[in-house]
């Protein structure tokens, strides 16, 4: 059964770091595409970070060069370390593992995310 | 970039009655590989969003057959045959034609009148 923890959220001040861990079980995290989305309260969804199988790492606009996402093989968890943290950063962010059915998807097309954590919670406050 | 839209935003359903969600995108999903790459996704009150349906029209595993999706190129129409208590919540679709743009529909509320 695949199943993916998140932990490591919380309170933190503007311009703070946080860095939360997904623990996965059921399936390999190395071997798979990864994915952060976060949710602000209230909110829609909003795609954060994704991680390929390979290595590679990709970023929303809202979040490049200050969050990095990150593996550990053989603990098969996800990080992600977030620095200069702001008050629009406050969300839900849940993991989830990333499906491709496309032919092209190192071009990041014809992903999705098939199975989700129980979210962790973010608050950027002072 | 694509800019997805839902509607109605709210809907209220008698138990056993069908519900009709629908979905636009201000692009084509309909990839030159013969893919659409629309999906449709469920957050139940105070839970993680969960996969329905993938490509337009497939179930994932464990979902309901009373849950169809269908559509193409830039209508799209999640369809729940008869409601019951247990799919209340926000319904979501989203697109992933355009690469690492990731974009989900605002959202659409289902409540059991």
């Known amino acids: 059964e695949v199943q993916l923890v998140e932990s490591g959220g919380g309170l933190v001040q503007p311009g703070g770091s946080l860095r939360l861990s997904c623990a996965a079980s059921?399936?390999?995290?190395?071997?798979?595409?990864m994915s952060w989305v976060r949710q602000a309260p209230g909110k829609g969804l909003e795609w954060v970070s994704v991680i390929y199988s390979g290595g590679s790492t990709y970023y929303a606009d809202s979040v490049k060069g200050r969050f990095t996402i990150s593996r550990h093989n053989s603990k098969n968890t996800l990080y992600l370390q977030m620095n200069s943290l702001r008050a629009e950063d406050t969300a839900v962010y849940y993991c989830a593992r990333v499906y491709c059915s496309s032919t092209s998807c190192y071009a990041g097309r014809g992903l999705y995310f098939d199975y989700w954590g129980q979210g962790t919670l973010v608050t950027v406050s002072s | 970039d694509i800019v997805m839209t839902q509607t109605p935003l709210s809907l209220s359903v008698t138990p056993g009655q069908p519900a009709s969600i629908s979905c636009k995108s201000s692009q084509s999903l309909l990839h030159s590989d013969g893919k659409t790459y629309l999906y449709w996704y469920l957050q139940k009150p105070g839970q993680s969003p969960q996969l329905l349906i993938y490509e337009v029209s497939n179930r994932f595993s464990g979902v309901p057959d009373r849950f169809s999706g269908s559509g193409s190129g830039t209508d799209f129409t999640l369809k729940i045959s008869r409601v019951e208590a247990e799919d209340v919540g926000v319904y979501y679709c989203m697109q992933s034609i355009q690469p690492l743009q990731f974009t989900f529909g605002p959202g659409t509320k289902v409540d059991i009148k």
């Open positions: 059921g399936f390999t995290v190395s071997s798979n595409y």
